[in-house]
């Protein structure tokens, strides 16, 4: 059964960091893309980046590039976003997903950006 | 900036069938896009529907189909039941690596 676990999330001021996790298993996680899809309180879903197989490639939406780093470690089947320079709007419930097309969701782990 | 269209809101009588669209702002929607859908009851994680335009993800009964209409991307429901009712939400891919998803449609089954 596949298994996506998300972890890290939590209260912080603006400005500041946090770096979300999913623990993944079920799958061959080492063959598979990877993703980060978030949705804010009461709205829909934003795609925030993903990260090929090997980590060779990564994209991001406009709204965090420069600020958000996607990056993963096969060895132990996860996913990593360090997120900086955190605001407001970034406040979400953080899903990981497996594939560019989102094929498996994990149920997120909630983003508070607030002083 | 392209934005993706989602009707907000659509009703089926149970029983029913029901086409939801997903379109662009400015052009067509076609294969190239890689369409897919995803469905979420308040609450919980999304589940895939369909992926690639019209290839159902693992578990999801026929009675969802994908396809393209016309020019936009099309997810229908055939014989829709009460626990359809929830929210619906499409993603295409807008090349250089980047997706996006559309606002979604809040769908009654009544």
């Known amino acids: 059964e596949v298994q996506l676990v998300e972890s890290g999330g939590g209260l912080v001021q603006p400005g500041g960091s946090l770096r979300l996790s999913c623990a993944a298993s079920?799958?061959?996680?080492?063959?598979?893309?990877m993703s980060w899809v978030r949705q804010a309180p009461g709205k829909g879903l934003e795609w925030v980046a993903n990260i090929k197989e090997d980590g060779s490639e990564k994209y991001y939406v406009d709204s965090v590039k420069g600020r958000f780093t996607i990056s993963r470690d096969n060895a132990k089947n996860s996913l990593y976003l360090q997120m900086n320079s955190l605001r407001a709007e970034d406040t979400a419930v953080y899903h990981c997903a497996s594939g560019r097309q989102l094929g498996y969701w994990g149920q997120g782990t909630l983003v508070t950006v607030s002083s | 900036q392209t934005v993706v269209t989602q009707e907000p809101s659509f009703s089926v009588s149970p029983g029913g069938t029901v086409t939801l669209t997903c379109g662009l702002s400015?052009?067509?929607?076609?294969?190239?896009?890689?369409p897919s859908w995803y469905q979420q009851t308040p609450g919980q994680a999304p589940r895939t529907l369909i992926y690639s335009t019209n290839t159902r993800s693992s578990g999801v009964p026929d009675r969802f189909s994908g396809s393209i209409l016309g020019n936009k991307a099309a997810l229908t429901i055939t014989g829709a039941q009460a626990d359809d009712e929830c929210d619906y939400y499409c993603?295409?891919?807008?090349?250089?690596?980047?997706?996006?998803f559309g606002g979604g449609t809040k769908l009654t089954v009544l």
């Open positions: 993603v295409l891919y807008m090349g250089s690596g980047i997706w996006v």
């Open positions: 400015s052009g067509s929607v076609s294969t190239s896009y890689y």
């Open positions: 079920g799958f061959t996680f080492s063959s598979y893309w």
